[in-house]
């Protein structure tokens, strides 16, 4: 993937993040906290947004694990 790709991809995922953390949802975003990198860090390395993508990405398979969404 381009790294502007990857930049618009983490912006998805972390509005998905805002809006789990805005409504209640069991999630701990501990992880991603510590990387201390926003989709807007548009200056930020490639990889950087690749792991920022993977922890999200990690954080929310398990939340959605966690509180059964089962999508249906």
Request: aromatic share 10%.
């Amino acid at each position: 993937m381009k790294k502007e790709e990857l930049v618009h991809l983490h912006m998805l995922l972390a509005q998905l993040k805002k809006y789990c953390e805005e409504t209640g949802v069991d999630c701990d975003f501990k992880k991603y906290k510590e990387l201390e990198i926003s989709p807007f860090q548009v200056h930020r390395s490639k990889d950087d947004h690749k792991q920022a993508i993977f922890v999200l990405g990690t954080e929310l398979a398990s939340m959605a694990v966690r509180n059964n969404f089962t999508g249906y």
